[in-house]
């Protein structure tokens, strides 16, 4: 997909709005605002309605969890999806969806048919709009907007989310106090529908290619691949599990918290929530000046510090004044942790994989909410919410060091496509579908830099990997030291041929610490070999 980004002249200032200035961010940024509103507002409705319809505080936690395994199920196929088909049309689909579920809740209060199994269920119809609708949009970001500006738009990303998170249950409070729960459904999919409409007037330019599409299965299987061989991919994946396995015992137990404290109520669960995105808020305008002030590794450890020791607070506040400024320090910590891990995944993957990789995220981080939320929904039932939110900041706090520190300067790479192979020109004709492909790179190395060679090849076995081979080797010639063997195979010759047009700087700089090793003026030779079909 072509990116409709102009580059900035030089002495224009990086500032906390500087993506806004560009039209199509700024049409899509407000969609994404209004989607988030009405997401809110249905969660909101949706939690409030079950502590109605039951006494159970597990019902009312799993709430959380139905809104959220969709993306657990679901979320890696819609990343494909939106990598396969046109992102626009997608993402425009995916708002209809959720408008449509919202009218289903609607029809089902007004017929006073609801109960608590079937409400769980259509809030897991909701959240399946999300599982759609988030890896699209997390890909098509980094489209809009300059590298330098990604981590900026990411935060204003979080500023419509939290904004959302104040508007939002704002308005469902309004609505259930004044309406009935029903208005705010009614309110989600009108606000869906806008949303659907808005997006059709992108238009979106797509990258003219003669190759077929991926195969849906096979661009899944590319798609975890690519993710399982980045290092820092699985570094970001294991901190965002843990900062949600702590997080969520507030998100999923706030509701019980605002029930029960003095003078507690729906009131009382909007201005919680509200200032929970007041502080996230406040924190994304600093966040620039944070990340000058403070590295990667240090906004990490604070944010999941401060997160779970406000947390604790709000546990055991007195009463709601208390509690609200706690939100709003666990509203700030949440938006640090979150927007940090965000952007690292975000600059570790290339356009072509971005919604599959994105998906794979979001499916962690909503795996760690569902699970957690059922986990700390039954430890509550046991002792207490507010000994819960104890249990949860410490459990967090003591993997969090068991698993060291991330690095991320030295995993950073330049994913921009270099446009420098010639794609193989076979002697006779290949169809697009024939394979599988075998590719061999004969090397020819001093046997004394064996280990340095052996080193690069591992690093490029994951390089291989994650543009889709189904298997790699490397092969020492057992009559001549100092001379070995590549191989590795793609699933077809289209799926070969992507390869060139997939071919990164990062790509380019690996291929020359390879070639670098091998002897003599011509460089390595590369042979191609497809599978023949041998009639019986």
């Known amino acids: 997909m072509t990116p409709s980004v102009a580059p900035d002249p030089p ?41 109605t319809l039951t ?31 046109n992102r ?11 408008a449509a579920n919202a009218l289903i809740l609607c029809a089902v209060l007004a017929t006073d ?74 309110a989600n999919a009108v606000l869906s529908l806008i949303a659907g409409f808005v997006i059709m007037r992108w238009r979106l330019e797509t990258k003219p290619t003669v190759l077929p599409g991926e195969r849906f299965i096979g661009a899944m299987r590319v798609g975890v691949q690519y993710v399982a061989q980045s290092s820092l991919m699985r570094a970001v994946l294991l901190r965002i599990a843990i900062f949600f396995m702590q997080s969520t015992a507030l998100f999923a137990l706030l509701p019980i918290v605002a ?29 620039p000046r944070l990340r000058v ?80 939320a059922a986990i700390w929904g039954q430890v509550a039932s046991l002792i207490g919410v507010p000994w819960t939110f104890v249990a949860a900041a410490a459990a967090g706090i003591a993997l969090w060091i068991s698993v060291g520190r991330l690095h991320f300067a030295s995993e950073e790479r330049d994913l921009t496509p270099a446009r420098i192979l010639q794609e193989p020109v076979p002697a006779f004709p290949i169809e697009h579908r024939m394979g599988p492909v075998m590719v061999t790179v004969d090397y020819r190395i001093d046997v004394a830099r064996a280990a340095e060679f052996a080193a690069v090849m591992r690093e490029s076995r994951g390089n291989r990997l994650q543009m889709g081979a189904l298997s790699w080797g490397l092969f020492q010639d057992t009559s001549e030291p100092g001379h070995y063997i590549e191989y590795f195979l793609d699933e077809s010759w289209a799926d070969h041929l992507r390869r060139f047009d997939r071919f990164t700087t ?22 191609r070999y497809v599978a023949e079909a041998l009639d019986r």
């Open 11 to 51: 002495e224009v200032p990086l500032t906390a709005w500087a993506p806004l200035r560009r039209p199509v961010f700024r049409l899509l940024w407000v969609t994404w605002l209004t989607a988030n509103i009405g997401m809110w507002m249905n969660d909101v409705a949706a939690a409030w309605l079950m502590t």
């Open 55 to 85: 006494t159970s505080t597990v019902m009312v936690a799993l709430v959380q969890s139905a809104s959220v395994l969709p993306v657990v199920l679901l979320g890696l196929p819609s990343g494909a999806l939106a990598d396969l088909l």
């Open 88 to 98: 626009r049309s997608w993402f425009m689909f995916t708002q209809f969806w959720v």
């Open 113 to 186: 048919s609801m109960t608590a199994p079937l409400l769980l269920a259509l809030t897991f119809g909701n959240g399946i709009g999300l599982a759609m609708r988030w890896p699209v949009y997390a890909a098509i970001v980094p489209d809009l907007v300059p590298r330098r500006e990604l981590a900026t738009a990411v935060a204003l990303n979080g500023i419509a989310m939290n904004t959302s998170r104040v508007i939002g249950p704002a308005i469902a409070g309004a609505l259930i106090a004044s309406l009935g729960s029903a208005y705010v459904f009614l």
């Open 259 to 287: 029930r029960d404290l003095p003078d507690g109520g729906a009131w009382a669960y909007t201005a919680l929530l509200a200032s929970l995105g007041i502080g996230a808020i406040a924190t994304a305008f600093w966040l």
């Open 293 to 372: 002030l403070i590295t990667r590794d240090g906004l990490l450890r604070g944010g999941l510090l401060l997160q779970a020791a406000a947390m604790v607070a709000v546990g055991f506040a007195p009463n709601v004044w208390i509690a609200l400024p706690a939100m709003m320090l666990a509203g700030g910590a949440w938006l640090a942790t979150v927007n940090t891990l965000t952007v690292a995944s975000q600059l570790s993957l290339p356009d072509w994989v971005r919604a599959r990789g994105m998906s794979i995220y979001m499916m962690t981080m909503m795996a760690s909410t569902s699970a957690s």
């Open 506 to 527: 990062a790509d380019a700089d690996l291929r020359e610490r390879r070639y670098a090793f091998h002897l003599g003026a011509e460089p390595p030779k590369v042979s």
